[in-house]
């Protein structure tokens, strides 16, 4: 089984699909985790990928998809696989289609406020990069290095405004794509992660593949 999952920033998309991953012995592809590896090993997409994302653009559609395409020729990616954070464009959608089935595509939405609530409780620990939710902490620390947690420059509100608006622009050709090649399956995001992951095991079982 091959998927994309698609939401916006805020909604859970990370966490459900490498629990949807893990339960379903699926490859979990994240784009954004792989450019990042990418820069700590200081490769030379690194050192290309370190402008982009710090400059706020995306990569262009020729190199993510070339790396992209190298990872789902990897063994590992033979047992079927969740990508997190691809397509981003509607070119890189219709590029995948050329090489791999997709199976579905499955959007995870949120009314805005819920986002921003959500995000606004988003802390990370600036030496390990473990991520928190404020409220379930208790304490201020990070477990792992005991060091303060923060907010992410991109998590403050007025930025993840301007990103759920880029969001929503950039999603919509994805959308009606996987509308049109009937592999579109929204699912209701503003749920707990439990119920949110049971809604999407439900939708798995019925795809028959
Ligand atoms: P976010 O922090 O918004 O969830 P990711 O961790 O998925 O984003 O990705 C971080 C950055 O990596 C993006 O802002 C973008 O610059 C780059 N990136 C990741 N995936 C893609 C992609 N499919 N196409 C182009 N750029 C990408």
Same mark, same amino acid.
């Given at each position: 089984?091959?998927?994309?999952?698609?939401?916006?920033?805020?909604?859970?998309? $990370?966490?459900?699909?490498?629990?949807?991953? +893990?339960?379903?012995?699926?490859?979990?592809?994240?784009?954004? *985790?792989?450019?990042?590896?990418?820069?700590?090993? $200081?490769?030379?997409?690194?050192?290309?990928?370190?402008?982009?994302?710090?400059?706020?653009? @995306?990569?262009?559609?020729?190199?993510?998809?070339?790396?992209? #395409?190298?990872?789902?020729?990897?063994?590992?990616? +033979?047992?079927?696989?969740? #990508?997190?954070?691809?397509?981003?464009?509607?070119?890189?959608?219709?590029?995948?289609? +050329?090489?791999?089935?997709?199976?579905?595509?499955?959007?995870?939405?949120?009314? *805005?406020? &819920?986002?921003?609530?959500?995000?606004? !409780?988003?802390?990370?620990?600036?030496?390990?990069?473990?991520?928190?939710?404020?409220?379930?902490?208790?304490?201020?620390?990070? *477990?792992?290095? $005991?060091?303060?947690?923060?907010?992410?420059?991109?998590?403050?509100?007025?930025? &993840?405004?301007?990103?759920?608006?880029? !969001?929503? +622009?950039?999603?919509?050709?994805? @959308?009606?794509?996987?509308?049109?090649?009937?592999? @579109?399956?929204?699912?209701? $995001?503003?749920?707990?992660?439990?119920? &949110?992951?049971?809604? &999407?095991?439900?939708?798995?079982?019925?795809?028959?593949?």
């Amino acid at each position: 089984m091959n998927l994309v999952f698609l939401g916006p920033p805020g909604v859970g998309k $990370g966490s459900l699909a490498v629990r949807i991953a +893990k339960d379903y012995g699926l490859l979990h592809i994240s784009t954004g *985790e792989m450019l990042r590896a990418e820069i700590s090993a $200081g490769t030379q997409m690194g050192k290309l990928a370190e402008k982009y994302i710090n400059d706020g653009n @995306l990569m262009p559609d020729s190199l993510i998809i070339e790396m992209l #395409l190298s990872k789902l020729q990897c063994s590992t990616a +033979k047992q079927g696989y969740i #990508l997190d954070g691809f397509p981003r464009t509607l070119n890189q959608a219709r590029e995948l289609d +050329k090489f791999v089935q997709i199976d579905a595509a499955i959007n995870l939405d949120a009314p *805005e406020e &819920v986002l921003l609530k959500r995000i606004s !409780h988003r802390r990370i620990c600036p030496v390990c990069g473990k991520g928190y939710i404020s409220y379930m902490m208790s304490s201020n620390l990070c *477990e792992q290095c $005991g060091v303060e947690v923060t907010i992410r420059d991109d998590d403050k509100e007025e930025v &993840v405004k301007a990103r759920l608006e880029a !969001h929503n +622009k950039r999603i919509l050709p994805i @959308l009606n794509y996987y509308k049109e090649t009937g592999k @579109l399956i929204n699912v209701d $995001g503003n749920d707990t992660m439990d119920g &949110v992951a049971q809604r &999407v095991r439900l939708i798995l079982e019925g795809l028959n593949c």
